[in-house]
């Protein structure tokens, strides 16, 4: 975890250069869209993911009052090396928050800061930003094939044909179901999940309906205060390892049919497991004033 040491001091945006100015938490903060939509969708284009964003000029004592959104703090701890904590609308800390890291790093390139590593809970993120688009590069994560649960036919009246699992107990469980499926018929497995496991669940299937989309994903995770996370950087990590493993490849573009939906690709290099998507910033929440 990242230590907390000491309280922050805030400057006012409104009297700070663009090139300079840190966010004030008592007066505004910025909200941004992760993995936001490139086209227009059935229903309409993909909202993304949004996250209150809230830059500090010191790590703060405390966190910050709960918000409808994801909400994120962020400060300086390096040159080029930024802090990112962030809390789910139940006021959890999430562990690694892949929307939050890309938001956070898009506001800082938005402030004229260059945030080449983002450090959230002990690991630590290259990033980097190209016009709206932003990347975020994680560890390589392990994925493997496991039998699929029995308690799976309590949430889902339709079984999955492959299951896999990715970090410890409290990592991820992987469902897939055939080719195009239609994920959005799944109900929203509630609070009798916690019962059965800690793991956060991502359900996929293949997309080929669709020539700018390989994959489809929803992702579950009552446990941590998220019934459905509507963009999730985290899940798309596991996945590119999953569909890799099954021999899509290591670069994958993906749709996640939440109610909001996202849009989201990776590809793996090396080492590390790419994630990335448009973010845009909320014009309603100005992280400076010109």
């Not at 250069?17 to 903060?29: C, H, M, V, Y």
């Not at 959230?120 to 290259?126: C, P, V």
């Not at 359900?203 to 019934?227: N, S």
């Amino acid at each position: 975890m990242i230590r907390i040491v000491k309280a922050g001091r805030l400057f006012n945006t409104h009297i700070k250069s663009r090139k300079n100015a840190i966010i004030d938490s008592t007066l505004s903060s910025a909200v941004f869209y992760a993995f936001a939509g490139s086209r227009e969708l059935q229903g309409g284009a993909a909202r993304g993911n949004p996250c209150k964003v809230t830059l500090l000029s010191e790590a703060p004592v405390q966190p910050p009052v709960p918000d409808l959104n994801t909400q994120c703090l962020s400060w300086r701890i390096d040159e080029h090396v930024y802090a990112v904590r962030c809390w789910s609308p139940a006021n959890s800390e999430i562990t690694l928050c892949g929307h939050g890291l890309l938001c956070c790093g898009a506001a800082w390139a938005h402030m004229g800061q260059t945030a080449s590593i983002l450090e959230m809970n002990g690991l630590q993120a290259d990033f980097y930003a190209d016009n709206n688009d932003a990347w975020i590069g994680l560890p390589n994560i392990n994925c493997s094939a496991c039998r699929v649960p029995l308690w799976v036919g309590e949430f889902f009246p339709v079984p999955p044909i492959r299951a896999a699992e990715a970090g410890g107990d409290e990592g991820y469980l992987v469902l897939e179901w055939p080719d195009d499926y239609d994920l959005r018929s799944l109900p929203i497995p509630l609070n009798a999940l916690q019962r059965r496991t800690k793991r956060g669940l991502i359900v996929t299937c293949r997309d080929t309906e669709r020539t700018t989309t390989d994959i489809k994903l929803r992702y579950f995770a009552v446990q941590h205060g998220v019934p459905e996370d509507t963009a999730t950087g985290s899940a798309m990590r596991v996945l590119s390892t999953y569909w890799n493993n099954r021999g899509l490849g290591k670069q994958l573009r993906a749709l996640q049919s939440s109610t909001d939906g996202g849009e989201l690709c990776s590809r793996i290099h090396g080492d590390l497991t790419w994630i990335g998507g448009r973010v845009l910033q909320n014009a309603a929440g100005e992280l400076y004033v010109s």
